[in-house]
């Protein structure tokens, strides 16, 4: 109705706006069976890691998801910069000025803080509690 509108507001008064309509809904019926047919990863094999390239131009398989957190442990690198902190914590972390900022990562820094001192204090129990059974164990062995 809305491209008839228009047609009739530029003096034009045909079906025409009727066939566009069957042309762009069969378009958009092409489009979706053809993303539905490449995009259908359950029919297709996953490739982890570094993909040959003949897995690189098959369009049934699907090279693997890389974690970039595997990635830094495996390598030892664990320093994060502000950027990849605010990026993975904010969803818009683009659009915040330096305050903004500056105040978020003040409050993610100190909730990493504390969390990572809440398991450091937790393992530290375990390691004692370890020790403590390990020298009753001692003692009872030689008594």
Known sequence: M??????LKRGIDN?????QALEISKNKKELKE?????YDYRNKR???????????????????FKSGILEQLNS???KLSQQEILRSHVKNWKMLDLKQKRK???????????DARSEFL???NLLGQKIAYDKLQ????SS
């Open 2 to 7: 809305r491209a008839k509108y228009h047609d």
């Open 15 to 19: 079906v025409d706006y009727i066939k």
């Open 138 to 141: 001692g003692q009872k062995v």
């Open 104 to 114: 978020l990562l003040g409050f993610i820094n100190a909730r990493r803080a504390s």
């Open 46 to 64: 996953v490739v982890r890691g570094e993909p040959t390239e003949e897995e690189r131009a098959d369009p049934n398989v699907v090279i693997g």
């Open 34 to 38: 053809y993303l539905d047919e490449k």
């Open 122 to 124: 937790k393992e530290l």
């Open 76 to 78: 030892g690198n664990y």
